[in-house]
Nanobody
């Protein structure tokens, strides 16, 4: 089992950068593929970015490709989401999630993830 705690959310202006971090408990973090999702008011939770357990493979939603970067540090049990060139449509609660796996895959469906953090609010003003 793993517990996830997000941090780094806040209020930024359009065009600014923000870095979200997710800290995981447990000694088997390197056995989990990780993902970031977001949920805006009145909308379903949507995929943002994913990274394989080793960090070798990453994948992004088209809406954030080229602006966001997902990375992880297995020694520190953290996964980060660097958000550059923020847009008002990026406003949402951001969640990190974990999927236990022995593969080198990443996962893009929220239904594939077993553990979730409590979320951190990101607001981008225009």
């Amino acid at each position: 089992q793993v517990q996830l705690v997000e941090s780094g959310g806040g209020l930024v202006q359009a065009g600014d950068s923000l870095r979200l971090s997710c800290a995981a408990s447990g000694r088997t973090f390197s056995s989990y593929a990780m993902g970031w999702f977001r949920q805006a008011p009145g909308k379903e939770r949507e995929f943002v970015a994913a990274i394989s357990s080793s960090g070798t493979n990453t994948y992004y939603a088209d809406s954030v490709k080229g602006r966001f970067t997902i990375s992880r540090d297995n020694a520190k049990n953290t996964v980060d989401l660097q958000m550059n060139s923020a847009k008002p449509e990026d406003t949402a609660v951001y969640y990190c999630a974990a999927h236990r796996t022995s593969s080198s895959y990443y996962y893009t469906s929220r239904y594939e993830y077993d553990y979730w953090g409590q979320g951190t609010q990101v607001t981008v003003s225009s």
